[in-house]
């Protein structure tokens, strides 16, 4: 079964706009992290955050992490046409040692132009 | 290698078919993993190696379904009998170790094989 469930399912944007993305998850986590997929493909990964913390930048990305409520948030300010692409968050069960990663379900970004 | 590299990037076969899907994870990760990604869909978990111990088979969806790692490097994903439900994008994916401690589960993607059952 699946994890982590991103939200919204798609999100349609204006070049500079900032866009906002969400996960929830089910159990206690070690750590999240955020991936892009371009064109179906491969993802690349972009951001993880431990369990002990709660926000992390990068470049134009912010993620933040609540762990009392299960949910992670991805920020990308100033968005660039670039940006388009879809959005997994991606867990490992608490319990467990090992890196096994289960994903969610992804949110498709569209910056226009 | 310098990256992941996944072979065939796309096949055609016919439904009943055997077909087999390879992964070349980068040199000196541990871990390998399958992914399977239907259209427009998330990531849904198939196989997971983890150094020589005993694989984690739990998200393989049939037993027509399996895969081989040979000497801690190169994987084979095999599908038997392939049915059209099985039309897909399998994506590999190889980490530095298969723990999350330190945050060293961070996945290095291949460029994924897409297979259509015709």
């Known amino acids: 079964s699946q994890q982590g469930e991103e939200d919204p399912q798609a999100l349609s944007i204006q070049e500079g706009e900032n866009a906002t993305m969400n996960c929830s998850y089910k159990t206690s986590i070690n750590n999240l992290q955020w991936y892009r997929q371009n064109s179906g493909r491969g993802l690349v990964h972009l951001i993880l955050?431990?369990?002990?913390?709660r926000e992390k930048h990068s470049g134009r990305l912010r993620v933040t992490l609540d762990t009392s409520k299960k949910s992670s948030s991805l920020l990308i300010t100033a968005s660039r046409a670039a940006d388009t692409a879809s959005y997994f968050c991606a867990t490992v069960h608490g319990s467990s040692n090992t890196g096994k990663l289960i994903f969610g379900q992804g949110t498709t970004l569209q910056v226009k132009p | 290698g310098a990256g992941v590299s996944q072979s065939p990037s796309n096949k055609v076969t016919e439904k009943g078919k055997d077909v087999e899907l390879r992964c070349d994870p980068i040199?000196?990760?541990?871990?390998l993993y399958w992914y399977r990604q239907s259209l427009g869909q998330g990531l849904e978990f198939l196989i997971y190696f983890q150094g020589n111990s005993a694989p984690d088979k739990s998200g393989l969806p049939s037993d027509r379904f399996s895969a081989e790692r040979t000497g801690g490097s190169v994987s084979t994903l095999t599908i038997q009998r392939t049915q059209q439900e099985d039309s897909a994008v399998y994506l590999c994916?190889?980490?530095?170790?298969?723990?999350?401690?330190?945050?060293?589960?961070?996945?290095?993607f291949g460029a994924g094989s897409r297979l259509t059952v015709l």
């Open positions: 955050i431990r369990s002990n913390e």
């Open positions: 994916a190889s980490s530095i170790t298969g723990t999350a401690l330190s945050g060293a589960n961070v996945l290095t």
């Open positions: 040199s000196g990760h541990t871990a």
